[in-house]
């Protein structure tokens, strides 16, 4: 009865390859994020999907490319890995409405190294 | 300047001690607030949302000054267990968007 998931929950690569990382939701939201949190821990949104339309796209180097093939899922692949892309990347959902009760529901992480 | 700013502590308190975290946010048309817990290694999970009028929830009281454009998390009684990261989050109005301060660490001690 998992929420939102993440996979994998830990990526170890070496520079210059290209992974992905999916999240799924099973809230019935129709918004989904992706955040990147920093060895400062900074949760920092990188991308946002409304009913599969990209309607956040932060200044995120053109190497992450999110996807969303529906709106339980959204995906993120991210070409020619480096060293600085290492972190942990958060995947959220949200019920998108014009009232205060609009909580986001995160995945529990997937924690990326590049070697 | 950061959009959303908070004292990153840590705050070091004794079990069963009164703490409260302030936060402010630079832009007035913030609509949603909220407090989140990240504990380590973990996700953020929501501790309350901050409602207008202030609200409460067991030990935690939540209120919400936006003519000084601060909202505050007090907490009573510590537990060891309240030992985390409490994270301000703010959502403009008719955005999507929600934006994270840096999170305010806090340690109970026994």
């Known amino acids: 009865d998992t929420a939102v998931s993440q996979t994998p929950k830990y990526l170890v690569t070496q520079m210059g390859n290209d992974k992905s990382i999916k999240c799924e939701q099973n809230?019935?939201?129709?918004?989904m994020y992706w955040y990147k949190q920093d060895s400062k821990k900074f949760l920092k949104i990188m991308f946002s999907y409304n009913n599969k339309e990209l309607i956040i796209n932060e200044t995120v180097p053109n190497r992450f490319s999110p996807k969303s093939p529906d709106k339980a899922h959204l995906n993120l692949h991210i070409n020619s890995l480096e060293l600085g892309d290492s972190a942990v990347y958060f995947c959220?959902?949200?019920?998108?409405?014009?009232?205060?009760?609009?909580?986001?529901?995160f995945g529990p992480g997937t924690r990326l190294t590049v070697l | 300047r950061k959009e959303v700013e908070q004292d990153p502590g840590p705050f070091n308190v004794p079990e069963g001690a009164t703490v409260a975290f302030n936060c402010t946010y630079s832009n007035s048309a913030s609509q949603s607030f909220f407090w989140y817990r990240q504990d380590c290694r973990k996700e953020p999970k929501l501790l309350m949302s901050?409602?207008?009028s202030g609200n409460e929830d067991g030990r935690f009281t939540a209120q919400l000054n936006r003519a000084s454009q601060y909202i505050s998390l007090l907490i009573r009684d510590s537990k060891l267990s309240d030992s985390a990261t409490y994270l301000c989050v703010v959502r403009h109005s008719g955005t999507y968007k929600y934006i994270f301060g840096t999170g305010t660490r806090l340690k109970v001690l026994a």
């Open positions: 959220a959902s949200s019920r998108y409405s014009g009232g205060a009760d609009n909580e986001q529901f």
């Open positions: 809230l019935g939201h129709d918004t």
């Open positions: 901050v409602y207008s």
